[in-house]
């Protein structure tokens, strides 16, 4: 946005103290997971190992897991399970979204059910899907699927019920069909929120597959975390957990970059 | 142009040679439910605007403006008598009209040209023509610097010019607008109603002009229907006799003017007691 409210002057004083500002942040940032990290190093002797573990020892897990293929083996299944349930919920979250958004009697009628499903932690429906669908890859993308859904559907059915009616009556007295209002009204107006619920859904996702890892799995880095705490071995638990952040920081990158391309043609 | 001639029956001004008119509401009510009560909006309505006039509808805020507005529009129906377009009930949006509100409606994420293209690409017209007839129109109301601009880049009265533009495009017959200068500062309002008085002078098109602006409604149109407060009934019709072309600012200079807006504040004023005593 080529606008005068923005500048990066860097003679600007009150810019380059703001700089400093934001690098002083960072450096902050660091420092304060590092001395974390350092304090529970050294405090681990002391420390009942089973419960704490030690960072060393967690780094030396990951790069065993890294040196052997399993991290990179489990990753990917873990991330297949993520983007096909974060896909599949979405498309269908979008378009059901779309359209309850603009049959408001039809809402009306799905409403309490979609509410009592959507009031039900996806994690108890995961016998029921075992039982559906087996114990390999489609639980996990199902749960996964099922609870990005409804953040998704949520704030699209929202944003769409938000388009201002005045451009629905303006366009439709030019003669606009109901795909038309739809194509060029509803889905454009309801963008940004939509772009949101995507956005809010991608931890969600990550919680979906996990969850139906832990239920059920022999793969992915959910069945680690299960595994190396039936082995007693707490460095793999938390090798695990380090693992999943990296996947969430990873996920989040991802969606803010892309909602800051598409963010400006539609805000 | 053809000589404005007085029509005896209700005092009103119509185009030599017109046929029947164009908007009727044929003894209209409408009432709404609000926590089960009903309350009557529009109460026994009797109206004509005759094709080419200019017609503006005045009363107290509650009084039905917009409810006979969208009745006209086809937003919604009569609960008793009938709203009639061209001697044909108005049962459904009435497209092809053209239509302003006091909110500009312009699409925020399109361009100025793309959003006064819209109606003529809604009605299939080919892309290069439609383009060149919204730039030309875009012209006609000083924004043609502005064709590539997001509404949010403009002022309030360039996003107006642009809505007025867009809802002249298509070349419609009738125009409904509804307090379309309702939020603007007095200097554009009045340059607003200069710009639409010479565009409606080019081409006299039907309009329906709802105001709570006496004067507005005086320098603009050739008759003035004044509703009494909720429910919303017809308290008189008066005729403005003031020659054409008008400059709507310059107007109000005028002895007759004057006169008119008196009679016209009176009638508001007892509209007023009516209800209040």
């Known amino acids: 946005m080529a606008d005068a409210t923005f500048s990066d002057d860097f003679t600007d004083p009150a810019i380059a103290a703001e700089r400093r500002r934001r690098n002083v942040i960072f450096a902050a940032r660091i420092a304060v997971a590092a001395a974390l990290i350092i304090a529970w190093e050294a405090l681990s002797p002391n420390l009942d190992h089973l419960v704490f573990s030690s960072p060393s020892d967690i780094a030396a897990r990951s790069w065993e897991w890294i040196k052997d293929g399993t991290l990179l083996l489990n990753l990917l299944v873990t991330a297949e399970e993520i983007l096909l349930g974060y896909a599949a919920g979405a498309i269908a979250a979008i378009l059901l979204g779309l359209v309850l958004g603009s049959y408001p009697t039809v809402a009306a009628v799905f409403d309490p059910i979609l509410m009592a499903i959507y009031g039900v932690p996806k994690i108890a429906f995961g016998p029921l899907f075992i039982v559906w669908f087996g114990i390999n890859l489609t639980p996990k993308v199902v749960i996964c699927g099922v609870t990005v859904f409804f953040f998704i559907f949520l704030a699209t059915y929202e944003g769409v019920r938000n388009v201002d009616r005045e451009l629905l009556r303006t366009i439709r007295l030019m003669g606009a069909t109901r795909h038309q209002e739809r194509a060029l009204v509803m889905i454009p107006g309801a963008m940004p929120a939509i772009l949101l619920g995507l956005k809010l859904a991608i931890p969600e996702a990550l919680v979906g597959a996990i969850v139906g890892e832990l239920i059920v799995s022999n793969k992915g880095i959910g069945y680690l975390i299960e595994y190396s705490a039936s082995q007693l071995d707490s460095a793999g638990v938390f090798a695990g957990l380090f693992m999943l952040m990296i996947l969430a920081v990873i996920a989040n990158s991802a969606v803010n970059y892309a909602t800051r391309k598409t963010g400006r043609d539609v805000e | ?277």
């Open chain 2, 1 to 277: 142009m053809s000589e404005l001639e007085a029509w005896p029956k209700t005092g009103a001004v119509r185009r030599a040679g017109a046929s029947a008119p164009s908007i009727r509401l044929d003894h209209v009510s409408k009432w709404f439910f609000k926590n089960g009560k009903r309350f009557v909006a529009v109460d026994d309505v009797n109206a004509e605007v005759e094709d080419g006039a200019f017609v503006a509808l005045v009363g107290p805020s509650g009084c039905g403006k917009t409810t006979i507005f969208n009745m006209i529009a086809g937003f919604a129906r009569p609960d008793r008598g009938e709203a009639l377009y061209k001697g044909r009930p108005v049962l459904a949006p009435n497209i092809g009209i053209g239509y302003m509100t006091q909110k500009d409606a312009l699409l925020p994420w399109r361009s100025l040209i793309a959003n006064v293209m819209l109606p003529l690409s809604l009605q299939k017209v080919p892309a290069r023509e439609a383009r060149e007839r919204a730039l030309d129109m875009l012209q006609r109301v000083g924004l043609k610097g502005f064709a590539e601009h997001l509404p949010r880049e403009l002022s309030g009265g360039m996003q107006k010019r642009a809505a007025l533009a867009r809802m002249l495009v298509f070349n419609p017959e009738t125009l409904l607008m509804d307090e379309p200068f309702g939020n603007v500062d007095i200097q554009l309002k009045l340059q607003l109603q200069r710009e639409l008085m010479s565009l409606w002078e080019h081409a006299r098109k039907t309009v329906v002009f709802v105001t709570h602006d006496l004067e507005e409604a005086i320098a603009l149109s050739d008759r003035i229907i004044v509703l009494s407060r909720r429910p919303g009934r017809v308290k008189a019709a008066i005729t403005v006799d003031l020659p054409r072309p008008r400059d709507p600012v310059a107007i109000r200079f005028e002895a007759a003017f004057q006169e008119i807006h008196r009679r016209l504040w009176e009638l508001c004023d007892t509209a007023q007691e009516d209800e209040d005593g």
